[in-house]
């Protein structure tokens, strides 16, 4: 628990340049980081533009893979996650673009868009597995977009967004009618079997959430508390996010 945003997103993006760092050490060339989108992020992000910048860690032969998508908008929506990442992390992260996986969103049939989960999950496995997955949670207790209800062990699949989550994400969008009702996200059991997560939450909105996710039982009613089943999980807080905590 740290006193301001920014210390939290400057021990979030040490963790994730340890987490990089470490993957090259045992050999891996092309570390592999689990992008998150949203507003938690965004500080650990800049920080890491910083360190790029002053030569600390190079992005130009990792490979970024996004948590989810939304589903159906139009190509080059500028709040499609494709769009939100090549803008805040391939640009300031020198991360090049064509080393950018994101779930495809764009099928239009059940069919389609479960082949593009499942080439995704492929693809994630020929990278190699991700070395630091990078996280935020819902005020519901979501990770990615796997809302409470949400199987522990799924994999990369399409996913009905809760109202709630579609409200909190309404202010990405012209009004709540442009918010999409789907989206396709990795899995619980997808986000478990990176290397390392780190979970960034700052603000009281998250309180309620955090303390459920930290301490709370293990449960589907809450999907972040799956962080308490890895062995390598850090969750990194402000002090209003951690206010709920023991
Ligand atoms: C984003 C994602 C979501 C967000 C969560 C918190 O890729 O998967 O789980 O991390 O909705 O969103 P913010 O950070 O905007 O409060």
Not at 172 to 179: K, M, P, R
Request: hydrophobic fraction near 45%.
């Amino acid at each position: 628990m740290l006193p301001t945003a920014q210390e939290v997103a400057e021990r979030a993006a040490r963790v994730v340049i340890e987490g990089v760092r470490a993957a090259l050490a045992s050999g891996r060339t092309e570390p592999v980081i689990g992008l998150a989108t949203g507003s938690s992020p965004v500080g650990l992000y800049t920080v890491l533009a910083g360190a790029v910048e002053a030569g600390e860690v190079d992005f130009g032969r990792a490979r970024g893979f996004a948590l989810d998508e939304y589903v159906g908008l139009p190509p080059r929506h500028p709040e499609s996650y494709r769009e939100v990442l090549l803008r805040e992390v391939c640009g300031p992260l020198g991360l090049p673009p064509e080393r950018l996986h994101v779930p495809d969103g764009s099928g239009d049939s059940e069919e389609a868009l479960a082949a593009g989960a499942a080439d995704y999950e492929r693809r994630i496995a020929e990278a190699g597995g991700v070395d630091v997955q990078i996280l935020g949670i819902g005020a519901n207790g979501h990770l990615g977009f796997n809302e409470p209800g949400s199987a522990l062990t799924s994999r990369t699949r399409v996913k009905r967004l809760s109202e709630r989550t579609r409200g909190d994400n309404a202010r990405f969008f012209d009004s709540l009618d442009a918010v999409p009702t789907h989206c396709v996200t990795q899995g619980l059991g997808t986000v478990l079997d990176a290397r390392r997560l780190v979970l960034v939450a700052s603000g009281a909105g998250k309180a309620a959430a955090v303390a459920a996710a930290v301490e709370g039982p293990l449960s589907a009613s809450c999907p972040a508390s799956v962080l308490q089943w890895h062995a390598d999980a850090v969750v990194v807080l402000d002090e209003a996010a951690a206010v709920g905590l023991a």
